[in-house]
């Protein structure tokens, strides 16, 4: 690529060494953005249902936070993700506590 253009081949894009490669990982990048869409939506989804949870509890004179219930759900995504399941599911409990 020279200095004065910004396009890229579609080997430079994907890392092929090959068009035929670059075709694989073009259309598989695809399918991947469209499953990030719905990670993203379900995520969003799972803070929305989250959200009734905690104001339900809240509002009955509970706490926001339930770490009984969070050691099952960090279980349950240990037991079919392994150890980065666990780091996962932290994450979306950070994203769905506290949002009432
Ligand atoms: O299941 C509950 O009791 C919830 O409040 C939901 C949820 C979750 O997002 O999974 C959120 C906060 C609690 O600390 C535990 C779990």
Same mark, same amino acid.
């Given at each position: 690529?020279?200095? =004065? =253009?910004?396009? &890229?081949?579609?080997?430079?894009? =994907?890392?092929?060494?090959?068009?035929?490669?670059?075709?694989?990982?073009?259309?598989?990048?695809?399918?991947?953005?469209?499953?990030?869409?719905?990670?993203?939506?379900?995520? &969003?989804?799972?803070?929305?249902?989250?959200?009734?949870? &905690?104001?339900?509890?809240?509002?009955?004179?509970?706490?926001?936070?339930?770490?009984?219930?969070?050691?099952?759900?960090?279980?349950?995504?240990?037991?079919?993700?392994?150890?980065?399941? =666990?780091?996962?599911?932290?994450?979306?409990?950070?994203?769905?506590?506290?949002?009432?």
């Amino acid at each position: 690529m020279t200095a =004065t =253009t910004t396009e &890229q081949t579609a080997a430079e894009k =994907t890392g092929a060494r090959t068009p035929e490669a670059a075709d694989v990982i073009t259309g598989a990048r695809e399918r991947i953005d469209t499953l990030d869409d719905r990670i993203i939506g379900l995520i &969003q989804e799972r803070m929305a249902v989250s959200a009734v949870i &905690q104001e339900a509890r809240i509002s009955s004179g509970g706490r926001r936070v339930n770490l009984s219930r969070e050691m099952e759900v960090l279980g349950h995504y240990r037991e079919a993700l392994g150890k980065p399941g =666990t780091a996962l599911a932290m994450t979306l409990l950070e994203l769905c506590r506290g949002r009432v």
